[in-house]
């Protein structure tokens, strides 16, 4: 199905096609250096077809070059044909489907290129394309003179250590460090030709480049100039009848659009109540750390103090064992079971199982001795393991108190950067898709009915002296330079 959806779609891809070949076919032409001391714009007027640089696959296409001064002026055309070994050479720019015009103004005031050699300040450097070619083309029954419809693509290398702050209208910038290419692309006569308001709809006829330039010198600028992504389509009037398709996809757009926004604003509130929580949260934890130290500072006296409790008990086990009779060493933490049951096996008794000899008096006195030992031993290695784990704890949320500003500076990027894509999805809605589907709803679909005239236009004009199949030109503009 030849929808109008899939003209406007595969425009867009050959535009972006013919941009990405710009890289290479803009040197489509060897510049030869003028390298005199005086103040020159350098102007080369003879070629041959080793020095052309021809496309590729093209066998039946023509290449005219134009030849101009810095201000586009033509002065030459040479015509190379596909069946031809030779070049045409053409002393006027007569029968030229465009006039390319070149303009510099430096600090807001129009120079001549001349001039401009060696000069500091705010340079704009314009292109304006003049449409000089129409055909008559039948539309809704009423004959009308329509442009043939051509795409401009211009291609500017500027020197980086001359030229700062490169900005450039209708066009995009490519930087490797050392030069700024600039690629601008225009539509000259389209606009005319499609009959939309320039105030809703803007078809690029121009390309401007602002900088600021210091020593000013230019190499020579090259522009390709070409239907071909145009006549690639062959569509009758039946082809371009129906917008229910695109503008229902526009509907679906827009409504995609306004979940995005909602959902990105949700977003961002849910980001700002998170940011409440962890600012709660951080507060709770320096609490928690305070105390905590306040804690492990108390554990080593704590510990000190069961300690010595400790060592009382056993040093007072040590002597009254001594006092009846039994020969024992100091008992410690580590030994007093040890020598307890030491002192029960030399009177036959299991200090783990004494059976009936616990009736005993003296074996009843020393297993009642040891059960103290046991039960405050257990009691001490309890506080040792509590206050070993106040110290952990307290180390714990230091380092966790220590991070928490991290933590909130981490929501507060999400929660700022969740507010920048709502801002942003707004404005690319209000700026961007609101405009698309205003021309969808509104002027594109009241002239789908010209695209078709057009196109047929398009592919009318094949060739310029010959009788290719496809042409192109390639206007090459002068070098200002010392």
Request: charged share 20%.
């Amino acid at each position: 199905m030849k929808k109008t959806t899939k003209v406007i779609l595969s425009l867009a891809v050959c535009l972006t096609l013919v941009l990405s070949s710009v890289g290479i076919t803009a040197y489509a032409m060897n510049n030869k250096e003028n390298n005199n001391n005086e103040n020159t714009v350098t102007t080369t007027t003879s070629f041959n077809k080793d020095n052309l640089i021809t496309p590729i696959d093209e066998s039946n296409s023509e290449t005219v070059y134009v030849i101009a001064n810095a201000k586009g002026e033509a002065s030459q055309v040479i015509v190379d044909e596909p069946d031809s070994d030779a070049l045409n050479y053409h002393d006027n720019a007569e029968n030229l489907p465009i006039n390319v015009k070149v303009t510099y103004t430096l600090d807001g005031a129009e120079i001549e290129p001349s001039e401009l050699v060696g000069k500091n300040g705010h340079i704009v450097i314009r292109f304006d394309y003049e449409n000089l070619l129409k055909e008559k083309a039948v539309i809704e029954g009423f004959e009308e003179d329509l442009y043939v419809p051509f795409a401009a693509i211009t291609g500017v290398i500027l020197n980086d250590d001359k030229f700062t702050n490169v900005e450039v209208k209708n066009g995009r910038l490519m930087d490797d460090g050392d030069r700024t290419t600039v690629v601008g692309i225009a539509f000259p006569g389209l606009q005319e030709d499609l009959q939309i308001s320039s105030d809703k709809f803007e078809v690029p006829s121009y390309v401007e480049i602002e900088a600021e330039v210091t020593d000013f010198e230019l190499e020579a600028t090259y522009t390709i100039v070409s239907n071909s992504i145009f006549s690639a389509f062959n569509l009758d009037a039946e082809g371009i009848g129906s917008f229910d398709d695109i503008q229902d996809s526009a509907t679906k757009l827009s409504d995609a659009m306004t979940a995005l926004i909602t959902g990105s604003d949700e977003l961002h509130n849910g980001l700002g109540q998170l940011l409440s929580g962890a600012n709660q949260l951080v507060a709770g934890i320096d609490t928690l750390n305070t105390g905590l130290n306040t804690l492990s500072k108390s554990s080593a006296t704590l510990n000190g103090g069961a300690k010595q409790v400790f060592d009382s008990l056993l040093a007072q086990a040590t002597a009254s064992l001594k006092a009846g009779g039994a020969e024992v060493p100091a008992l410690t933490i580590d030994n007093y079971y040890t020598v307890l049951k030491a002192v029960l096996a030399k009177m036959g008794v299991d200090i783990d199982n004494p059976g009936p000899a616990a009736a005993n008096e003296t074996v009843k006195a020393i297993l009642t001795l040891k059960a103290q030992l046991d039960a405050y031993n257990q009691f001490y290695q309890g506080v040792k393991a509590y206050t070993a784990g106040v110290d952990q704890a307290a180390a714990g949320c230091g380092k966790l108190n220590a991070s928490a500003p991290q933590l909130v500076g981490g929501i507060k990027k999400l929660e700022a950067g969740s507010k920048e894509l709502h801002d942003g999805l707004v404005q690319f809605n209000n700026e961007g898709i609101k405009k698309i589907i205003d021309v969808l709803n509104g002027d594109l679909a009241e002239v789908s009915h010209r695209i078709a005239p057009i196109l047929d236009v398009a592919n009318k004009y094949t060739t310029y002296e010959g009788t290719s199949d496809t042409v192109k030109f390639i206007y090459k503009t002068d070098a200002i330079n010392k």
